[in-house]
């Protein structure tokens, strides 16, 4: 009965597509949580509110074409994550509130509610690694719905037992290059720091788009090799001086092994492509030049191996957040399965 060129009919898949995850060669996989984001709250609501947005699209892609007809199946989302997510945020929310009062760093109290939602993060991670490992047993491709930029740690982590040398092409606004930020251990703003520390078969990391860092974050992405940076200012100093982004995107996937892995934080974009996201940064790609440059990692003849889509952020009055999100998640699936 399915009929691409009919709006699609809301049936509990991403894209309103009729595969199971049986059926497709990508399945999805949502990652409703949002424990450690500390400005705003709200992108575990991202994976439910990017599946309602994405039945508009339509499915002809004008770099991909039909690749949708591999199939793109949606694994069903796990509720009680989302309910734990709640749970525990007001948990870390606690543990903020006494790092503002500048309460010693020993506080018993402190300490054990650091331990409850580092442990609580452990957990979920553990999920997202046993779902992950599961699909990618089966050889589907799995692209990762969060969430905040903490949820593809146990993704990566199972990526990892089935690829020796592979790199990570992060656009965001932020290195995520800080250690355990606030005490926790798995932070939205730590994922790449985590990368570096427990998965050494990640040979290296070309982050896009970065504007906002510390200097802890400067100092360790230059004493690590791995590290390769396209800051937002660098790019629009290329621009600016005649150079064009075509050339600028050859340099950054040269950068790359063969195996690559996309981590797509939605505020590598420019804010208004993500009004609501939790730490919004001015500048950033536009939507068109992030397409480009999955395009170009494409055509290049790169293994994208999986993604993520992180920190979309949605909002009851405006629905541009996951307008943006659902095309860019849609562009991430067309760059996986167009890929070699
Ligand atoms: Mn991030």
Sequence with gaps: ?????????????????????????LALVAAPWDVTT?????????????????AQIDLYDLVYGDFWQQGIGTVPLANKW??????????????????EKEVDKNHPRLRSLLQKVNDASAQFNDYVYNTTRALLQQN????????????????LRALAEQHTQW???????HADLRQAYEGFEYSHASIIYNVLKHLPQVAKIVQVGIRDLCNDEVTLAQNDARVVQFNSYAIAQNEFCGGNWATLCKKIVDELPQKVYVSFDIDGLSPDNCLHTGTPVPGGLSF????????????????????DLCEVCPHPHSNIDVIVGARMLYKLCGCLLSSK
């Design 288 to 307: 068109l030049q992030a397409c480009y440059l999955l395009q170009q990692l494409s055509e290049a003849g790169k293994t994208v191996i999986g993604f």
């Design 140 to 155: 589907k491709r799995v692209g990762l719905v969060g969430g905040d930029h903490s949820t593809p740690f146990g993704y």
């Design 38 to 54: 500390s400005y705003s709250a709200g992108t575990a609501g991202a994976p439910v509110a990017l599946l309602d947005a994405s």
């Design 82 to 99: 989302l309910q734990q997510s709640a749970a525990m945020r007001k948990q870390a929310q606690k543990v903020i509130a006494m790092l």
């Design 1 to 25: 009965m399915f009929d691409a060129n009919q709006i699609g009919m809301p049936n509990g898949n991403y894209f309103a597509l009729p595969f199971s995850v049986e059926d497709a060669a």
């Design 167 to 173: 790199g990570i092409l992060h656009i965001d606004a």
